[in-house]
């Protein structure tokens, strides 16, 4: 921004100057006052999350539900995680935000296991998975809350895989080693090389929504998708696909191999407190309807 303002200051007239300075000083005010709220936000417990399942192909069931985080924000109504985590992840506050919505998530987790098998997905900043405290924190959750580790999955994106650290890389090992899965997110988006496919365990491969919208009728969408599926088959890795919002796109990814989905089509986030009526319900892929299984 200073760089911008630089230029502005070079080109343009004094009015202008002082219109861009003006424009300038209100961004940085937002946000300041954006981090303070965040900031605050953990002790006034306004952060909630909300959890959409992840159907299993063969049996119609859900296998897993993902925690996704949202901030009741007391002036500006809920915000959504792309508009506060990217702030968070700049200073560091996702750290903290991050482990609430883990011990969060396993506490709820923990909960539902009389009404069935169930494993709860979180998603796992890279700054996270950096933070030396990662395991012991982790340890300390599964321990009070008493949620089997096989029950929790991390959501990872390619670019926290591709970053060569050591430390990173134990990391990973250490949680996998002691039984929690790892998902990679959003794949097929990042810049990055296939080589950490084969360095890393992986338990799920989530391919990226913007490859399941225009299924069956994207051609190209069609083949990535298929390829995807293929590649995952042969590394021995489950997939699940991402923003399945229609029948059709359920039938053809259950049609081509995908073993499971996630989507509008099945289901919106919810609170908590709908989850354990869902984990009756049994969905049937070739049926119109879903409301109706
Ligand atoms: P993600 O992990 O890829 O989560 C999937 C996103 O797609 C969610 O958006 C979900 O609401 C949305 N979605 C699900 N089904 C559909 C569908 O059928 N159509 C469409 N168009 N969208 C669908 P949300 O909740 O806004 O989360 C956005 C991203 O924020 C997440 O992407 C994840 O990267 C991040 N995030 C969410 N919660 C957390 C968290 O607790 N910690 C961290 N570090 N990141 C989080
Ligand atoms: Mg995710
Ligand atoms: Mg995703
Ligand atoms: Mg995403």
Redesign the pocket.
């Known amino acids: 921004h200073a760089d911008t303002a630089m230029y502005h200051a070079k080109s343009c007239g004094r009015d202008n100057c002082q219109f861009y300075s003006a424009a300038l000083t209100q961004r940085a005010q937002q946000r300041l006052t954006l981090e303070n709220n965040l900031r605050q936000a953990l002790e006034r417990g306004e952060f909630d ?2 959890y ?1 399942p992840q159907i299993d192909v063969a049996s119609g069931r859900i296998r897993s539900v ?5 901030w009741n924000h007391p002036a500006g109504g809920v915000i ?3 508009d506060f ?1 990217p702030l ?2 700049e200073n560091g506050l ?1 750290v903290p ?2 482990e609430w ?2 011990r969060t ?1 396993a506490t709820d987790a923990a909960r539902w296991q009389d009404g069935g098998r169930v494993c709860v ?5 890279p ?2 998975l950096r933070a030396a405290d990662l395991v012991p924190t982790l340890v300390d959750i599964l321990r009070e809350t008493g949620l089997a580790p096989g029950l929790l999955e991390l ?1 990872v ?1 390619e670019g926290a895989l591709m970053e060569e650290r050591e430390a990173t890389h134990a990391t990973l090992e250490a949680l996998l080693a002691g039984g929690v899965q790892l998902a990679l ?2 794949f097929g988006t990042g810049y990055s090389s296939l080589g950490y496919l084969k360095r890393v365990p992986l338990s799920n491969l ?1 391919i ?2 913007s490859f ?2 225009g299924l069956p009728h994207d051609r190209e969408n069609l083949a990535i998708v298929r390829t995807i599926l293929a590649l995952a088959k042969n590394l021995g890795f489950r997939t699940t696909a ?4 229609t029948a059709e796109q359920a039938t053809t990814l259950a049609g081509i191999g995908c073993d499971a989905l ?4 099945f289901s ?2 919810l609170p908590a407190g709908a989850i354990p009526a869902l984990l009756q319900r049994r969905w049937r892929l070739d049926e119109t309807d879903p409301g109706g299984g």
Not at 66 to 70: G, H, K, M, S, T
Not at 121 to 125: E, F, K, P, T
């Open positions: 999350l909300v959409q993902e925690a996704l985080i949202r959504a995680p792309q985590i968070a992840e996702i935000i991050g919505a883990l998530a997905a979180v998603n796992l900043s700054v996270q959501e994106t997110d959003d989530k990226d929504q399941v919208h991402e923003g399945v919002e996630q989507g509008f089509y919106r986030p």
